[in-house]
């Protein structure tokens, strides 16, 4: 015994090589997603600028073009080329289609333990975070992530999971706790996450927020950006989105519950009923829209 909580660095003495191994496989995110965040950044940029950073991966443009014509966006012209998808989409919602397209060949797996719908519920729970940080971080005056950089950062926010569902000695259907995770693998989700994401290139904003994402107050410069995360995580929970589907989005959610996180973030109460009501909107087409992604 020690004596002292685990630092950092020991704590990464703990985990097992096989698990590391399996993090050193996971294939990469494109490019395009950290370019196109870095594109987001600037001032000024156009619908070309999109198209030439999206030239460069011709698979996330094929399977972008088939999903814009796949009748969710209720076209009746063939969308052939990514010009016509920014004029009849328009290019803010292709940027979202763009980050979910990116992440689905990565996070889209059916997870054993912890509880979500066996029908892609894991996908729907990152991308309902998603939606509710970007609401969140266009809201908060406070939060450091931009909208953008807080959708890739929800869609992203449990990808250790992933790894970790691989290595969990319980019984299928049992939901894993933090302390589960640390037992089978030596650390928690949000550990790993961080590890994920640092290989991926991610911008320090969206990596370290993730890390922090179920210990917010211990974030340091990235706290209120862990805390967007966690105020869209607690809001989508009680809708249970990823849990049960369809997605019934029927119950109030008690400003209460979020009252403290809130304050930290600098929204203010009287803002609370937008917040939910443009989270409602963006989630209730959610199954149909990205689920083909
Ligand atoms: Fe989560
Ligand atoms: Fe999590």
Known sequence: MTGHAP??????RTVRFDVLERIEEMPSL???VTEFLALARRDVYSARDFEAVLSKDQALVARLLKLANSGIYGR???VRTIPEA???IGLEHLKKVVYAVSA????RHALRHYGYHPDQGFWLHGLAVAQAARVVA??????????EEAFVAGLLHDVGKLVIDEFLDLPAGSRATLDQERDAVGLDHAELA???LRQWNLPEAITASVRWHHDHTAGGDWALGAASLHLGEVICRHWRVGYVRPIDLGEDVPREDCAGVMELL???????GQVIWDIRQRLVTLEDTYAGA
């Not at 630092?7 to 990464?12: A, D, H, I, L």
């Not at 600098?266 to 609370?272: F, H, L």
Request: some cysteine; proline content about 8%.
């Open 266 to 272: 600098g929204i203010p109460d009287a803002a609370w």
């Open 194 to 196: 961080e590890y994920i």
């Open 7 to 12: 630092t950092e660095t020991e704590k990464w």
């Open 104 to 107: 689905a060949g990565l996070i």
């Open 138 to 147: 266009e809201a908060s005056r406070a939060c450091p992530l931009s909208p």
């Open 86 to 88: 920014v004029v009849l």
């Open 76 to 78: 009746s012209r063939t």
């Open 30 to 32: 494109s490019r395009v």
